[in-house]
């Protein structure tokens, strides 16, 4: 029974190295054209041509998004940016998961695809590969935020308040809307406030 298993080892060995290899050139063609393609948004997807990010930094509240994962909606989450010495802008993400009732934290790096006053970015959240990451309407006060990728598949309302009010929220939906989104794919998310851990 041991030999048996001691002769099918090398196969399953064998096995296996085609498909790393395989995982490995999409990994390196994956970073190869993050590299040489420009972020540039669709056409309905506009960035602020007068971005201030020193009143963008911070804390916000996620009041809405469009979920792009299969898991189940992070609640309660949050988005901190922090200007960085080279000008970046470092990313965390923080969401309240219910099913392990733990919270799930992110990091990542934006960086401007041109000048700063412009609110067009790329962002990474996994090593080399970058994704746009715009910011295409924003409140005189910087009170609230919408921002999209480089397609309508990537959408997120910001808030400085765990709340916004309603008269806002319908304008951001209709201006979001104008530039595509589906809006009926919006996932609005729970924000009550409370910390169930006492702790992040």
């Known amino acids: 029974m041991h030999e048996l298993d001691h002769q099918q080892r090398p196969q399953q060995r064998t096995l296996w190295l085609p498909l790393a290899a395989g995982v490995a050139a999409l990994a390196v063609y994956w970073w190869a054209s993050s590299k040489s393609r420009k972020v540039v948004p669709v056409d309905l997807i506009e960035p602020v041509a007068d971005f201030d990010v020193d009143r963008f930094v911070g804390d916000w509240y996620e009041i809405a998004r469009i979920e792009r994962g299969l898991g189940k909606p992070l609640t309660r989450s949050r988005v901190e940016y922090e200007l960085l010495s080279d000008g970046s802008l470092g990313i965390t993400t923080r969401g309240f998961h219910a099913g392990t009732h733990r919270w799930v934290e992110g990091h990542g790096i934006a960086r401007f695809v041109g000048a700063p006053h412009f609110g067009a970015m790329k962002a990474s959240f996994m090593g080399p590969f970058h994704e746009?990451?715009?910011?295409?309407?924003?409140?005189?006060?910087?009170?609230?935020?919408?921002?999209?990728?480089?397609?309508?598949?990537?959408?997120?309302?910001?808030?400085?308040?765990?709340?916004?009010?309603?008269?806002?929220?319908?304008?951001?939906?209709?201006?979001?809307?104008?530039?595509?989104?589906?809006?009926?794919?919006?996932?609005?998310?729970?924000?009550?406030?409370?910390?169930p851990t006492g702790h992040w």
């Open 132 to 195: 746009g990451y715009h910011v295409v309407a924003i409140d005189p006060d910087y009170r609230w935020a919408m921002l999209m990728g480089d397609t309508t598949d990537s959408f997120k309302l910001l808030s400085r308040q765990p709340v916004l009010d309603g008269k806002t929220s319908d304008m951001l939906v209709h201006q979001a809307a104008l530039m595509g989104v589906e809006t009926s794919r919006i996932h609005w998310v729970m924000q009550d406030g409370i910390n």
